[in-house]
């Protein structure tokens, strides 16, 4: 069975400060990873997904996520936050067959200004 | 995003109550979830339809119930709606030639007293 851990339900960063939001994950075989972000009264928007090749993969709005066999993770990060990168970040995970995604319960990211 | 709509967006009912909620999209996909989403629970997955003759239960199922009427509509029933059924409903899009990514409407918001 899949399964997706975001271990923090907070995060908390200085604007302008790196930002890291973490993820591990459980599957069978080889992953398709994806991050979705989630405004205030808003649907999930797609940020970013892995495939395959280069383990460092780059999204939408300056995020990237980094892709570790060995850890079995895929944490998101920013090299600066801003104020507005403050929302709701899930983590999601499926296999290489025809099986829907598996999301992780979401972590809260709040930048600080 | 425009591309998924569902109707209504918000909805106050009464325990007991048939209540559905409807998915449209515009993205031609072929695949269709439903999503439920609670605080700290994260995104837990409903049904979900991999084409007009596909039905599938996901991880919560009991109590609801679905139907694809085209492959651009998915709709989701309670059958006899109780309050721990209060919860953001979202439906969501995919497509297999993009590693299934999906994408999400902007979600329904169930009140059932």
């Known amino acids: 069975a899949q399964s997706v851990a975001q271990p923090e339900d907070q995060v908390n960063v200085a604007e302008g400060n790196p930002l890291t939001v973490k993820c591990t994950y459980s599957?069978?075989?080889?992953?398709?990873l994806f991050w979705y972000v989630q405004y205030p009264n808003r649907g999930l928007q797609f940020l970013l997904k892995?495939?395959?090749?280069?383990?460092l993969v780059k999204g939408s709005y300056g995020f990237e996520a980094e892709f570790n066999k060995s850890q079995t993770s895929f944490h998101l990060k920013k090299p600066s936050a801003l104020v507005s990168d403050s929302a709701l970040y899930f983590c999601?995970?499926?296999?290489?067959?025809?099986?829907?995604?598996?999301f992780g319960k979401g972590t809260r990211l709040s930048v600080i200004a | 995003d425009a591309d998924v709509t569902q109707t209504p967006r918000n909805r106050i009912t009464k325990t007991g109550k048939r209540i559905m909620l409807e998915c449209s999209q515009t993205?031609?996909?072929?695949?269709m979830y439903w999503y439920r989403q609670d605080p700290g629970l994260g995104l837990r997955l409903i049904y979900y339809?991999?084409?007009?003759?596909?039905?599938n239960k996901g991880e919560i199922s009991d109590g609801y119930s679905v139907s694809r009427q085209a492959q651009a509509k998915f709709s989701l029933s309670l059958e006899s709606a109780i309050p721990n059924q209060t919860a953001l409903y979202f439906c969501?899009?995919?497509?297999?030639?993009?590693?299934?990514?999906?994408?999400f409407g902007p979600g329904t918001r169930l009140t059932v007293l």
């Open positions: 969501a899009t995919s497509d297999p030639g993009t590693s299934n990514t999906q994408y």
């Open positions: 599957v069978s075989g080889n992953p398709y």
């Open positions: 892995y495939i395959t090749g280069d383990n």
């Open positions: 999601a995970v499926r296999d290489r067959g025809n099986t829907p995604l598996v």
């Open positions: 993205k031609g996909h072929d695949r």
């Open positions: 339809s991999f084409d007009v003759k596909d039905i």
